[in-house]
């Protein structure tokens, strides 16, 4: 598929792929694909950064290369790795018949042969369909000298393999970082990206989103979900739910056949919702009605 030449373009494209998002969003991905620069998303988990690239790799037909980051990934992890098991049975067996000239035998091991690509490396590669969606993912986990080290890469689209030299893309991929800010990215690698801040939803885009994700729940239950999640999200809570978690809750719901909610139910499936134990512990008792009172409260109409 080509890509979009307009926001609204974008904004259809990945509605069609059930992500719902807004002008502002749709804007920033447009330029990003048009300009050919990499995107930067930061935001409380469970909002939809990761999603989006996976909608536009499937709107737009393109493989989705992830990178996961964590902390101590390095240069080998994320971008090669030779195959030492492989090249080790090559000397033996090079070895066992004879020998074979030194530097031949030295240059085969170093080759394509013997080279396991990791996430960068394979992004820089051609690909039939267009340029691969490069996801990387959570950089906020990382450590500092492997941002240093993405720079090369979001900034010529090449990686440097010692042995091999330089492999540079013959078009860009298309990219898109993410962070939940648990620390901040240096600036010199923002300066090359577009920036985003993903918040949470307000009512009306969450109810869209989960009408787009979880379509056989009942109307009036998702309002009740939604509702009641918007007001957890203003309650002291160590985490609080993203719209990820209000998917699944919904789908939850849905499983156990519930058409409304109530204390009980919500005392029951808050596990769904909530990811730690603190948080729950909160929600035990009458904490669980009233904030459901207020939810349906917000739903009657003024």
Same mark, same amino acid.
């Given at each position: 598929?080509?890509?979009?030449?307009?926001?609204?373009?974008?904004q259809?494209?990945?509605?069609?792929?059930?992500?719902?998002?807004?002008?502002?969003?749709?804007?920033?991905?447009?330029?990003?694909?048009?300009?050919?620069?990499?995107?930067?998303?930061?935001?409380?988990?469970?909002?939809?950064?990761?999603?989006?690239?996976?909608?536009?790799?499937?709107g737009l037909?393109?493989?989705?290369?992830?990178?996961?980051?964590?902390?101590?990934?390095?240069?080998?992890?994320?971008?090669?790795?030779?195959?030492?098991p492989?090249?080790m049975?090559?000397? @033996? +067996?090079? =070895?066992?018949?004879?020998?074979?000239? &030194?530097?031949? *035998?030295q240059?085969e091991?170093?080759?394509? $042969?013997?080279?396991?690509?990791?996430?960068?490396?394979?992004?820089m590669?051609?690909?039939?369909?267009?340029?691969?969606?490069?996801?990387?993912?959570?950089l906020?986990r990382?450590?500092?000298?492997?941002?240093?080290?993405?720079?090369?890469?979001?900034?010529?689209?090449?990686?440097?393999?010692?042995?091999?030299?330089?492999?540079?893309?013959?078009?860009?991929?298309?990219?898109?970082?993410?962070?939940? @800010? +648990?620390? =901040?990215?240096?600036?010199a690698?923002? &300066?090359?990206? *577009?920036?985003?801040?993903?918040d949470?939803? $307000?009512?009306?885009r969450?109810?869209?989103?989960?009408?787009?994700?979880a379509?056989?729940?009942?109307?009036?239950?998702s309002?009740?979900?939604?509702?009641?999640?918007?007001?957890l999200?203003?309650?002291?809570l160590?985490?609080?739910?993203?719209?990820?978690?209000?998917?699944?809750?919904?789908?939850?719901?849905?499983?156990l056949d519930?058409?409304n909610?109530?204390?009980?139910?919500?005392?029951?499936?808050?596990?769904?919702?909530?990811?730690?134990?603190?948080?729950?512990?909160? *929600?035990?008792g009458?904490?669980?009605?009233?904030i459901?009172?207020?939810a349906?409260?917000?739903?009657e109409?003024?």
């Amino acid at each position: 598929m080509t890509q979009p030449n307009s926001i609204d373009a974008v904004q259809q494209m990945l509605t069609d792929q059930g992500y719902v998002c807004g002008r502002a969003l749709a804007t920033v991905v447009f330029l990003s694909l048009t300009l050919g620069r990499p995107l930067f998303l930061e935001g409380e988990a469970g909002v939809g950064k990761t999603e989006i690239a996976k909608a536009l790799a499937s709107g737009l037909n393109r493989r989705l290369i992830r990178l996961q980051c964590y902390e101590g990934l390095d240069a080998s992890s994320a971008v090669y790795e030779w195959n030492f098991p492989a090249q080790m049975i090559a000397i @033996r +067996t090079a =070895e066992a018949s004879g020998g074979a000239d &030194r530097g031949v *035998l030295q240059t085969e091991l170093f080759s394509d $042969d013997y080279l396991i690509e990791r996430p960068l490396l394979q992004a820089m590669r051609p690909d039939e369909n267009g340029a691969p969606v490069l996801l990387i993912d959570e950089l906020d986990r990382t450590d500092e000298p492997f941002e240093a080290f993405l720079l090369e890469a979001l900034s010529d689209f090449q990686v440097t393999i010692p042995e091999l030299g330089t492999v540079k893309a013959p078009q860009p991929p298309i990219v898109i970082v993410t962070s939940n @800010r +648990t620390r =901040e990215v240096h600036d010199a690698l923002k &300066r090359r990206c *577009l920036y985003h801040w993903v918040d949470y939803p $307000d009512f009306d885009r969450e109810i869209d989103i989960l009408r787009a994700r979880a379509p056989e729940a009942a109307e009036a239950l998702s309002r009740e979900v939604v509702a009641f999640v918007q007001r957890l999200r203003t309650e002291d809570l160590f985490k609080k739910p993203g719209v990820a978690e209000t998917i699944d809750w919904a789908k939850c719901l849905l499983a156990l056949d519930v058409l409304n909610l109530s204390p009980e139910v919500i005392g029951d499936t808050l596990g769904a919702v909530l990811k730690y134990q603190d948080d729950i512990q909160k *929600l035990q008792g009458s904490e669980a009605k009233r904030i459901l009172d207020q939810a349906k409260a917000d739903l009657e109409p003024v």
